[in-house]
């Protein structure tokens, strides 16, 4: 399994953008799709955005289309997400993801088995 460490979290205000970074450990970085997902208290845990592990195909939650973005550099085991035009419903812990399939990501994530502990985002009004 690849270990995962999100950073890039903080509290920004309406309307302002933040850039999460994931870092993945190993060699193998590139066998794997990652993906995004945000959670607040209490909620269920919600699909962000995933990107397969060429880099060459994205997905995105509708909530988020248009303003966030997902990427990735597979020399430097790294996958971003930049966030633009934030709103307070935004506000969660955001972790990444790894698997061998795509699919998994998208439509599965309770199959999924390399997760980071997550980095917080708060947007405020």
């Known amino acids: 399994q690849v270990q995962l460490v999100e950073s890039g979290g903080g509290l920004v205000q309406a309307g302002g953008s933040l850039r999460l970074s994931c870092a993945a450990s190993?060699?193998?970085?590139?066998?794997?799709?990652m993906g995004w997902f945000r959670q607040a208290p209490g909620k269920e845990r919600q699909f962000v955005a995933a990107v397969n592990r060429f880099g060459t195909h994205t997905w995105y939650a509708d909530s988020v289309k248009g303003r966030f973005t997902i990427s990735r550099d597979n020399d430097k085991n790294m996958v971003y997400l930049q966030m633009n035009n934030l709103q307070p419903e935004d506000t969660g812990r955001y972790s990444c993801?790894?698997?061998?399939?795509?699919?998994?990501?998208?439509?599965?994530?309770?199959?999924?088995?390399?997760w980071g502990l997550g980095t917080q985002v708060t947007v405020s009004s």
């Open positions: 993801a790894a698997d061998s399939v795509s699919a998994t990501i998208r439509d599965r994530p309770m199959a999924i088995k390399s």
């Open positions: 190993g060699r193998t970085f590139s066998d794997y799709a």
